[in-house]
């Protein structure tokens, strides 16, 4: 099974930017559909972006599009989000998911291996 470990997450002004970072282990990242979901306090956790194993095709949020965006790189067993013009409602806590299906989900309860999480904090 995969490992995963998100990174970069932190405490920055509205209108900053961070890029998080989700580092694989123990399988090659490219067997893998890729997500990036959100949990803030006392809420659902929420699907953000989504990547297929190639990196060809993504699907974001309408809450983060054009703001955020997904990337791969396959060679680095790596997953980014690069998140730009972040606003307080931005903050939560960021996770990297995997799962192995055919086509890239915005559906949570598909995805098989999860990250620990990395905390966002946008202030205002």
């Known amino acids: 099974q995969v490992q995963l470990v998100e990174s970069g997450g932190g405490l920055v002004q509205a209108g900053g930017s961070l890029r998080l970072s989700c580092a694989a282990s123990?399988?090659?990242?490219?067997?893998?559909?890729m997500g990036w979901f959100r949990q803030a306090p006392g809420a659902k956790r929420e699907f953000v972006a989504s990547?297929?194993?190639?990196?060809?095709?993504?699907s974001t949020a309408d809450s983060v599009k054009g703001r955020f965006t997904i990337s791969r790189d396959n060679h680095k067993n790596t997953v980014y989000l690069q998140m730009n013009s972040l606003k307080p409602e931005d903050t939560a806590v960021y996770y990297c998911?995997?799962?192995?299906?055919?086509?890239?989900?915005?559906?949570?309860?598909?995805?098989?291996?999860w990250g620990q999480g990395t905390q966002v904090t946008v202030s205002s």
């Open positions: 123990g399988r090659t990242l490219s067997n893998y559909l």
């Open positions: 990547t297929s194993r190639s990196g060809s095709s993504t």
């Open positions: 998911a995997a799962y192995t299906g055919r086509n890239i989900s915005t559906d949570s309860s598909r995805y098989d291996y």
